[in-house]
């Protein structure tokens, strides 16, 4: 078992006005084979972990750990972070023009794993992978994410999270713009991912749709920075239904 322990995290901002903090203490631990789900408002500081999680050079820390199985990932690059196990389903996945599906995801695998894998396996695994998420096998030839839909470019970060097979996933705001079905198949995707490869969760979401889908075992409300509330999937049925008002009204 691997655990990724977040510890007194605080992360701030360069501004005009000088260091703007927006995570003010966060506290979490994840297992692997666990998933948390992480909710709260808009501006809450949801996608800053993330971001501050992969290596993001925007976010500055201030204070806190960030420690994989001990080590410090605060002092590995981001390829050091994607190496020991980390991975960032993205928001808003980007475009890269001239970067063809095919050579991007071989060329990241190896990067990962240290050693190129066997061409007849892995051009298998990916066929296999591509169709289980209904993802078009023409895109394999198109650069990446150059002209796909949201939905499509949802699916090929799960693709992604198939193939490289992390300890630790980091998924940001991944259903949103996604229609019923293709958050059906991300979500098959996601859970395929954990059942195959034991790994640790941290969804982050608005909304509890996702979670019909996704069964997280924790559930954290994020509120100005900091963990409001915690407790089992009831918690997010009770987000449902009452919001977040509450917490609001006493940040």
Same mark, same amino acid.
């Given at each position: 078992?691997?655990?990724?322990?977040?510890?007194?995290?605080?992360?701030?901002?360069?501004?005009? =006005?000088?260091?703007? *903090? %927006?995570?003010?203490?966060?506290?979490?631990?994840?297992?692997?084979?666990?998933?948390? !789900? /992480?909710? &709260?408002?808009?501006?809450?500081?949801?996608?800053?972990?993330?971001?501050?999680?992969?290596?993001?050079?925007?976010?500055?820390?201030?204070?806190?750990?960030?420690?994989?199985?001990?080590?410090?990932?605060?002092?590995?690059?981001?390829?050091?972070?994607?190496?020991?196990?980390?991975?960032?389903?993205? =928001?808003?996945?980007? *475009? %890269?023009?001239?970067?063809?599906?095919?050579?991007?995801?071989?060329?990241?695998?190896? !990067? /990962?794993? &240290?050693?190129?894998?066997?061409?007849?396996?892995?051009?298998?695994?990916?066929?296999g992978a591509m169709e289980e998420l209904r993802i078009d096998p023409d895109f394999a030839a198109r650069n990446v994410n150059e002209g796909f839909s949201g939905g499509e470019k949802k699916r090929v970060e799960i693709l992604q999270l198939e193939l490289f097979k992390p300890k630790f996933a980091v998924l940001d705001e991944t259903d949103s713009g996604l229609d019923v079905d293709a958050l059906k198949i991300v979500s098959e995707g996601v859970n395929r991912a954990q059942e195959q490869n034991e790994m640790g969760t941290l969804l982050i979401t608005h909304y509890t749709r996702i979670l019909r889908y996704i069964k997280p075992d924790f559930v954290h409300v994020f509120v100005d920075g900091h963990v409001a509330e915690q407790g089992g999937p009831e918690l997010a049925d009770r987000l449902e239904e009452e919001g977040y008002d509450r917490y609001l009204a006493k940040a």
């Open positions: 078992m691997s655990t990724l322990e977040i510890k007194d995290l605080k992360v701030g901002i360069e501004t005009e =006005q000088g260091l703007k *903090e %927006i995570l003010k203490g966060v506290n979490l631990t994840i297992n692997t084979g666990e998933t948390h !789900a /992480i909710m &709260g408002p808009n501006g809450s500081g949801k996608s800053t972990l993330a971001a501050t999680i992969a290596g993001h050079p925007r976010y500055i820390v201030t204070e806190g750990q960030i420690l994989l199985d001990g080590k410090n990932v605060l002092e590995m690059s981001v390829d050091e972070r994607a190496k020991a196990g980390l991975f960032l389903a993205m =928001q808003y996945p980007v *475009e %890269i023009p001239g970067v063809t599906m095919t050579n991007f995801l071989r060329t990241a695998k190896t !990067a /990962i794993d &240290g050693e190129a894998p066997s061409l007849r396996t892995w051009t298998k695994t990916v066929k």
